[in-house]
């Protein structure tokens, strides 16, 4: 059974960091594309980052460029999202997703796997 587990959320102040974390089981870690996606209600789901099988490629969302950090840990399965400099607009529930092998799938919000969640909020 495949399972990808967030954790790191909470509440934190405007410009504060945070160090969001998935922890995948049950599954060939190394051999899946992983990225980040954030929601907020009465919208859709939304692409944040993405980094590819052996990490040597990334993609940001516009809005989180030069603030936050995908990287992954192939030997601990894990994959992690440093979020800094915060703003209240980065509230939301964000969701881990996963790929086999296909970075641009996971991008795309199209592959198999997701997270349950774990919310995030950023007080002005």
């Known amino acids: 059974q495949v399972q990808l587990v967030e954790s790191g959320g909470g509440l934190v102040q405007a410009g504060g960091s945070l160090r969001l974390s998935c922890a995948a089981s049950?599954?060939?870690?190394?051999?899946?594309?992983v990225g980040w996606f954030r929601q907020t209600p009465g919208k859709e789901r939304e692409f944040v980052a993405a980094?590819?099988?052996?990490?040597?490629?990334?993609e940001y969302a516009d809005s989180v460029k030069g603030r936050f950090t995908i990287a992954r840990d192939n030997t601990e399965k894990t994959t992690y999202l440093q979020m800094n400099s915060l703003k209240p607009e980065d509230t939301a529930v964000y969701y881990c997703?996963?790929?086999?092998?296909?970075?641009?799938?996971?991008?795309?919000?199209?592959?198999?796997?997701w997270g349950q969640g774990t919310q995030v909020t950023v007080s002005s």
């Open positions: 997703h996963g790929a086999f092998l296909n970075f641009r799938t996971v991008a795309a919000g199209r592959g198999l796997y």
């Open positions: 049950g599954l060939t870690f190394s051999t899946y594309a």
């Open positions: 980094i590819s099988i052996n990490g040597g490629t990334t």
